[in-house]
């Protein structure tokens, strides 16, 4: 098949059946987001909010699109708007990898970095802070707000909630990472309408505020957030699970070892989740094999300076063990 342009060929990701030695009684398997033309899952949002607007009429080939992201949604929605011919103000932190800040500049976004820690010890708040300022301050200019906009719950309802649906003939349980809470709302509606009885299971990290924890400093991206996504109101979850940080790691590193999937941390967050729910005791299923799909949203080289960084994993265990 031969295509115009490489982000024409956004969604129809691989659903890869993963074998869990662990759990014999489920059937796992993971829509594998890494296959987008950008890495990310976030593709999808960034096509489907972008082309949204423009037929919409809500912004012209003059408007000023403004963004908070520090990883996946900042270099899709570069990449979105320079084939669109938008500009963009991608408004991120000193967190931000080499390599993500590279990829925006590189496809001439504006990068505005926010240097000083919010309240919560993070900087997701006083980077929003600054995108409602900038939106203040410049003419034609629209907040995406990947928070709040139904556009983005909107883009996973219609393409991967649905390819999800059409992929799996039976569903039982759909565990998501949660973050700005875009993908597990979307899903969530689209699962639940295929399959009325399936759970939807949220996966979260220690130290997020999402499900009403106490915020806490949070070393790896994609996962958890600082704030509560007012999108989420409208997603249909059915039970959360909180992973800590070292299990995101592990994870991480046996699908690579075990399965050669080599994927970010809320992939690993997602894959220890799964196993941990199933092996609890008593288990929470029927004695027969159970069918559970996850979301592996992006790619491993983003984490290169994190999880798969010996040295780094070596610091982080030690000042986990410290504290």
């Known amino acids: 098949m031969i295509f115009d342009h490489i982000l024409n060929t956004t969604g129809n990701t691989p659903m890869i059946r993963v074998p869990v030695e662990e759990a014999l009684n489920i059937n796992l398997y993971a829509k594998s987001e890494f296959f987008n033309p950008t890495g990310s899952v976030k593709d999808r949002a960034a096509a489907f909010v972008i082309d949204k607007l423009l037929e919409n009429k809500e912004i012209d080939n003059n408007t000023t699109m403004i963004e908070s992201s520090s990883g996946n949604f900042g270099i899709a929605l570069a990449f979105y708007c320079k084939k669109c011919g938008l500009k963009f103000i991608c408004v991120v932190d000193p967190c931000i990898s080499t390599m993500n800040e590279m990829l925006i500049r590189s496809l001439g976004a504006e990068v505005i970095k926010v240097e000083q820690p919010d309240e919560n010890g993070g900087y997701l708040l006083n980077r929003v802070r600054k995108v409602?300022?900038?939106?203040?301050?410049?003419?034609?200019?629209?907040?995406?707000?990947?928070?709040?906009?139904?556009?983005?719950?909107?883009?996973?309802?219609?393409?991967?909630?649905?390819?999800?649906?059409?992929?799996?003939?039976?569903?039982?349980?759909?565990?998501?990472?949660?973050?700005?809470?875009?993908?597990?709302?979307?899903?969530?509606?689209?699962?639940?309408?295929?399959?009325?009885?399936?759970?939807?299971?949220?996966?979260?990290?220690?130290?997020?505020?999402?499900?009403?924890?106490?915020?806490?400093?949070?070393?790896?991206?994609?996962?958890?957030?600082?704030?509560?996504?007012?999108?989420?109101?409208?997603?249909?979850?059915?039970?959360?699970?909180?992973?800590?940080?070292?299990?995101?790691?592990?994870?991480?590193?046996?699908?690579?070892?075990?399965?050669?999937?080599?994927?970010?941390?809320?992939?690993?967050?997602?894959?220890?989740?799964?196993?941990?729910?199933?092996?609890?005791?008593?288990?929470?299923?029927?004695?027969?094999?159970?069918?559970?799909?996850?979301?592996?949203?992006?790619?491993?080289?983003?984490?290169f300076n994190t999880i798969y960084n010996e040295q780094w994993c070596s610091d982080f265990l030690n000042r986990i063990s410290n504290n």
Not at 156 to 162: A, F, K, Q, R, V
Not at 190 to 199: C, D, G, I, S, T
């Open 132 to 303: 409602k300022e900038l939106a203040l301050e410049i003419p034609n200019s629209y907040w995406v707000n990947q928070y709040g906009n139904p556009y983005n719950a909107g883009a996973y309802y219609h393409t991967l909630g649905e390819e999800i649906c059409s992929d799996m003939s039976r569903l039982d349980y759909i565990f998501l990472g949660i973050s700005s809470g875009g993908t597990i709302t979307g899903v969530s509606r689209r699962v639940k309408e295929r399959f009325p009885l399936a759970k939807v299971i949220a996966v979260d990290i220690v130290g997020s505020v999402i499900f009403g924890y106490p915020p806490k400093k949070r070393y790896i991206p994609g996962i958890g957030s600082s704030m509560v996504p007012d999108i989420i109101k409208e997603a249909q979850i059915d039970d959360v699970v909180m992973m800590d940080e070292a299990s995101t790691i592990q994870g991480c590193y046996e699908l690579l070892k075990k399965y050669g999937i080599f994927v970010g941390g809320s992939s690993g967050s997602a894959f220890a989740a799964i196993k941990k729910y199933f092996t609890q005791d008593p288990p929470p299923k029927p004695g027969k094999p159970v069918e559970v799909v996850t979301v592996f949203p992006d790619r491993g080289e983003r984490y």
